[in-house]
């Protein structure tokens, strides 16, 4: 096989997974496409440039990411984030302030939720939309408890 040994391990773990001959084919950058599934019992399966189907449940279907079809599992972090980070530094550097330990941990709260939001909505992949969901959650419930 030609190529990085990177992308040969990669075609023949494809290989061996789903049997679709083709050793040494690159990845595709394309988006995947949903379907009904092989029997059409509206399981939904995600089907993939090079022809291998993501199956519901599985690690692949849960981590890859559709656009670029590569496994996220985490990020770099995003406005939301960054926020939430600096405002919760802030507001344990001025605890002795009542007030603005307060007002920053506010806005520490609406930068998450606005994050939580973002990947429930718009997440790359089901584990970032489920992550999203468990924060926009946790959120709520602290914010109940308060």
Known sequence: MSGSPRLALRARMRHHRCGVPGHGVPVHEAPATTGTGQHGNGVREI???DGYKL???SFEWWFTNRSTDRITIAQMPNVPLVVFGVAIVASWVLHSHAQASR???DVATGALVIWALDELIRGVNPW???LGGVVLGGTAVSLIHR
């Open 47 to 49: 089907n993939r440039p």
């Open 55 to 57: 199956r519901p449940g």
């Open 128 to 130: 970032r939309r489920v």
């Open 103 to 105: 007002i920053l941990g």
